[in-house]
T-cell receptor, first 111, second 114 residues
Framework: RKEVEQDPGPFNVPEGATVAFNCTYS??????FFWYRQDCRKEPKLLMS???SGNEDGRFTAQLNRASQYISLLIRDSKLSDSATYLC????????????FGAGTTVTVRA | DTEVTQTPKHLVMGMTNKKSLKCEQH?????MYWYKQKAKKPPELMFV???????INESVPSRFSPECPNSSLLNLHLHALQPEDSALYLC?????????????FGQGTRLTVV
């Protein structure tokens, strides 16, 4: 099983819509989870850190389900500028110096 | 301010050239990382430095040689690269290594080997 798995998408949504997608992880001992967004040909930028059951920052909500080992990201009231690839990142099972990246979920918000 | 600065932004080099990528952060972070990213793939870890000491080398070929001159600087020396080494090279830093520390990325160096 891969360390981190994500639905690659793409998720094509109209402006103003809500979009949500999941990330499953194999490291059951992980205490921290991160969502990064990456625009085309740019660096990943930290969007949100999750250390407990979830986190909310404006239109973005992350929910952690430890029993099923997945974390979701929900974007409300989508903006055109939310179009990006969203990377789920979890500390590696064998060495938490290492971060395991999911392959990313592509979101495209259309006008 | 969460800023990691990488230079150069773009680099084209021949297979016999020697070049260096540079990374700098002034956030007092004690862990620094090199990642390689190919198109439409997630970043792949290459090296981790913790307190200026190399703590992880992900079996990277010796044509890539990292160096950490001090706690703010990280270099990646390149020699005799192959065309398949063309990629986006990302530097990152975090306050510490360990599970609960967030990593911040520089803008990357887009490397083309010809």
């Amino acid at each position: 099983r891969k360390e981190v798995e994500q639905d690659p998408g793409p998720f094509n949504v109209p402006e103003g819509a809500t979009v949500a997608f999941n990330c499953t992880y194999s490291n059951s001992a992980s205490q921290s989870f991160f969502w990064y967004r990456q625009d085309c040909r740019k660096e990943p930028k930290l969007l949100m850190s999750v250390y407990s059951s979830g986190n909310e920052d404006g239109r973005f909500t992350a929910q952690l389900n430890r029993a099923s080992q997945y974390i979701s990201l929900l974007i409300r009231d989508s903006k055109l500028s939310d179009s990006a690839t969203y990377l789920c990142v979890v500390p590696h099972r064998s060495n938490d110096y290492k971060l395991s990246f999911g392959a990313g979920t592509t979101v495209t918000v259309r006008a | 301010d969460t800023e990691v600065t990488q230079t150069p932004k773009h680099l084209v080099m021949g297979m016999t050239n020697k070049k260096s990528l540079k990374c700098e952060q002034h956030m007092g972070h004690r862990a620094m990382y090199w990642y390689k990213q190919k198109a439409k793939k997630p970043p792949e870890l290459m090296f981790v430095y913790s307190y200026e000491k190399l703590s992880i080398n992900e079996s990277v070929p010796s044509r890539f040689s990292p160096e950490c001159p001090n706690s703010s600087l990280l270099n990646l020396h390149l020699h005799a690269l192959q065309p398949e080494d063309s990629a986006l090279y990302l530097c990152a830093s975090s306050q510490e290594t360990g599970a609960n520390t967030e990593a911040f990325f520089g803008q990357g160096t887009r490397l083309t080997v010809v």
